[in-house]
């Protein structure tokens, strides 16, 4: 098969296209032909940070964790899934797992769930990462109705799916941004939005919650801006971050009396633990895209296999509206 591979790690490296051998479905395993992939942050940090990162693959490396495509083969132990069947998931790219930029992906059926009806390849393969990342925050966090939600980074990766499942849960959400592209995108999901180049965490708050603070702050922007999500949050409400790579004062959480979570949705992937918890959280997830509750916000800009390096540098140069996708 035709793959895309990374012989050196570096910001610029360059991917190049090659030949390796067409892999087989191992026990419990579905062998998927890749029909499109997205780009993730974490695809953009393996490939700049190599073996800084305990996650990153040997080389040569095949990235790209999301897919979506056709199941090819079927292994042994494997229920519910047959040759022919359209399938998205999150299941490579890290560690010892080959990736979906390729032209087929052997992939742990527990990661994977039969893709929306509704949406094509390309809008499925946008969801698996940031759509498991965005369902865990909100359960760590218990979102339940007349909560009242801030999703720092509304039209982002993360941050678009957690605004609709927030809404769908019965949530007051806000979520920030900023531009009029992004602002139609939140609105456009019934969220109200709020502009953190003009607004404080605290101006937020006072705006929209009379200055009681969110039940639950979602931020999917990390770095200083968690300080100001424990800003925007209510006396003990939770405050959901997955981005945490960072040395962080926790004082004004302590005097708030917060619940810090930290999503990693890779640790599955990584330890072999709990994995099918994944599949289950992409067949509901599918159900709620087939009702009209969900939908993927997608960068207008298309990409193919071969042009992976740009895909790259267009979610890197923060222009990108949506999630990056690159089709075979």
Request: hydrophobic content about 50%.
């Amino acid at each position: 098969m035709k793959a895309m591979t990374l012989t050196d790690y570096g910001p610029d490296a360059p991917f190049a296209e090659a030949e390796m051998p067409r892999p087989a479905a191992g026990p419990g395993q579905v062998l998927v032909r890749v029909a499109a992939t997205s780009v993730n942050t974490i695809d953009t940090m393996i490939r700049a940070m190599g073996t800084d990162l305990p996650l990153s693959p040997a080389l040569p490396a095949v990235l790209g964790m999301d897919f979506a495509g056709t199941i090819e083969a079927v292994g042994d132990r494997v229920e519910g899934f047959a040759v022919g069947d359209e399938v998205y998931g999150c299941a490579g790219g890290l560690a010892d797992l080959q990736g979906a930029l390729a032209e087929f992906i052997p992939a742990d059926a527990r990661l994977v769930a039969h893709k929306p009806r509704t949406l094509s390849m390309r809008e499925a393969a946008a969801l698996p990462l940031v759509g498991i990342t965005a369902w865990e925050g909100l359960d760590r966090a218990g979102v339940a109705a007349g909560n009242k939600v801030l999703v720092q980074g509304g039209a982002g990766g993360v941050g678009h799916v957690a605004v609709q499942l927030a809404r769908h849960r019965g949530a007051d959400v806000v979520a920030t941004g900023t531009g009029d592209d992004q602002r139609a995108a939140v609105e456009g999901y019934g969220a109200a939005f709020a502009d953190f180049r003009a607004e404080t965490p605290e101006d937020i708050a006072a705006a929209h919650t009379g200055g009681r603070g969110f039940d639950v702050v979602f931020d999917t922007v990390g770095g200083a801006n968690l300080t100001g999500s424990f800003e925007a949050a209510a006396l003990n409400a939770h405050v959901v971050t997955t981005v945490a790579l960072l040395e962080l004062d926790l004082t004004p959480a302590h005097f708030r009396g917060l619940s810090l979570h930290v999503v990693f949705m890779l640790l599955p992937m990584l330890h072999d633990v709990g994995r099918e918890t994944h599949g289950r959280i992409l067949a509901d997830l599918a159900r709620l895209v087939d009702a009209g509750a969900v939908a993927p916000l997608l960068d207008a800009e298309r990409f193919t296999m071969a042009q992976v390096g740009e895909a790259h540098a267009r979610l890197g140069s923060g222009r990108a509206l949506g999630k990056v996708v690159v089709e075979a």
